[in-house]
């Protein structure tokens, strides 16, 4: 059976010109009903809807606000910015060898913007590091857009596709995004951004440990207080992608694969997020001298092959 | 030293855990709610929401105590029976104050990767534990010979403090603050 994640369910977007598009509440239930959730279905059947049976688009925005700013309670608490900065300040640093003038670090599916507000606020890049929140929900991008217009944040977000922004990012990133990529379209994420211009990504999602679903019960259940995100909390955890999977995914044409802490180094009970990243080749070098004694942590998929034998 | 003896200071100290349990308790019913970065001074105000509260509703073990010692008939007995009870609803928390304490230290020391320990394997499930630990409390009121009226006291300071988090979420965190 899949697992499905509601907050995928209920909210739809037309890719294209990124306009809502109405969603059906007894589709949904449907859906999770055909998955075997109905725990999940339960949860659907709950939010209000019209005549139509069309879930009320002011309330699932009012939800998925609340359960993304619950959320961002367990990446603080993980401390996710100055993990990112862990990896990003060197990525950066290497970057810094060959591009000249602004740089741009864009985050894909940013949410409430948690990250890329973070490393605003605490000036971690470099003030040459533009830093730009994307994602195709629009009730995201203004309450992301709202939060960092009220700390006044140097960082700005879009309602839109990365992929498709007028000005080109030299870095992508993302928290917590990839696990919604399924079959072809993981490849075809990693392969978007190894065709632009950008000279690397650095993807955090959640660790594929056996622990990782138990983890993010206990985590979920005492954290989060809706329903909704205690239960995408552990779907998450039991969607995360192994590091073979992200590995062979991430080998796009013209970037070089390296997964942080992939589980044969690493203790399950630290690493709970951990990022896939992709660097032009002529970078590795400088990214590891700039990681220090953290590259050793960092593996290619010639690694896996290895530990395979 | 008799129980009756250390009756006083084992007043303070499960107060003073109660309290502390309180202001932790106003830190958790605003974590979530509040999406800023710099959220400083709004912690700090939910930290002294859930201790104010917990003073209040703290008083219910206070008055319940004071009431089962009026309308004993053997007043002596029944303080002996309650200080015994509060030694016996003591220790459940202490071990669980050591472990909180010592998971919330590792958290703030740690760097990041060590601290995810702390907080994945302490923090979190010792979250998730509360509610049994004040239960295992209140069956120490009766193990240790504190009969029925400390386990009605610690029951009621149970019930305390147990409400904190979701009388502070509720009149001041329902909705993620604007």
Redesign the interface.
């Known amino acids: 059976m899949p697992h499905l994640e509601i907050s995928d369910l209920i909210t739809a977007t037309d890719p294209r010109t990124g306009a809502r598009l109405p969603v059906r509440r007894a589709e949904v239930v449907h859906r999770l009903r055909e998955a075997g959730d109905r725990h999940a279905a339960r949860i659907v059947a709950r939010l209000p809807a019209d005549r139509h049976d069309v879930l009320d688009p002011h309330a699932v925005d009012r939800l998925m606000i609340g359960v993304h700013t619950e959320l961002q309670r367990l990446s603080e608490e993980l401390r996710l910015g100055k993990r990112l900065v862990h990896i990003l300040g060197p990525v950066f640093e290497a970057v810094r060898a060959t591009a000249t003038g602004r740089l741009r670090l864009v985050d894909v599916g940013s949410g409430l913007g948690y990250a890329v507000r973070w490393l605003a606020a605490h000036h971690s890049l470099g003030p040459d590091v533009e830093l730009v929140g994307v994602d195709l929900d629009a009730a995201l991008v203004g309450e992301a857009a709202r939060l960092a217009r009220a700390e006044g944040l140097d960082c700005r977000f879009v309602h839109g596709n990365a992929f498709d922004l007028p000005e080109a990012a030299t870095v992508y990133v993302s928290t917590g995004v990839l696990h919604h990529f399924r079959g072809p379209d993981l490849a075809g994420f990693f392969r978007a951004q190894a065709a632009s211009p950008a000279l690397a990504f650095c993807h955090f999602d959640i660790a594929a440990t056996r622990l990782a679903p138990i983890g993010a019960w206990v985590f979920h259940r005492s954290r989060m207080r809706h329903p909704l995100g205690r239960h995408d909390g552990v779907a998450s955890a039991r969607r995360a992608h192994t590091d073979e999977t992200l590995l062979q995914a991430a080998a796009a044409p013209g970037m070089r694969p390296l997964l942080y802490e992939p589980r044969g180094l690493a203790n399950p009970f630290c690493t709970t997020l951990r990022p896939v990243i992709g660097i032009r080749p002529e970078l590795e070098a400088p990214l590891r001298r700039a990681m220090g004694r953290s590259a050793r942590r960092l593996v290619g998929p010639e690694h896996l092959a290895g530990a395979a034998r | 030293m008799t129980p009756q003896d250390a009756a006083p200071a084992l007043a303070v100290t499960l107060t003073a855990l109660g309290l502390v349990d309180s202001a932790f308790s106003g830190f958790r019913a605003h974590?979530?709610?509040?999406?800023?970065?710099?959220k400083h001074r709004a912690v700090v105000r939910a930290t002294l929401r859930g201790l104010a509260v917990g003073a209040g509703l703290l008083l219910a073990p206070v008055l319940t105590a004071g009431a089962v010692l009026l309308a004993a008939a053997d007043r002596d007995r029944t303080y002996a029976a309650l200080a015994e009870g509060a030694i016996g609803f003591l220790v459940p928390l202490a071990c669980y104050t050591t472990a909180v304490l010592l998971s919330l230290a590792a958290y703030l020391v740690l760097p990041?990767?060590?601290?995810?320990?702390a907080?994945?394997?302490g923090?979190?499930?010792l979250?998730?534990l509360r509610p049994l630990v004040l239960a295992a409390a209140c069956a120490g009121t009766l193990a240790s010979g504190g009969g029925a009226p400390a386990l009605l006291v610690g029951a009621a300071a149970g019930a305390a403090v147990l409400c904190v988090e979701p009388l502070v979420?509720r009149r001041w965190y329902a909705?993620?603050q604007r």
């Open positions: 974590a979530g709610r509040d999406a800023r970065i710099r990041f990767r060590a601290s995810t320990l907080l994945v394997a923090l979190g499930p979250t998730l979420h909705a993620p």
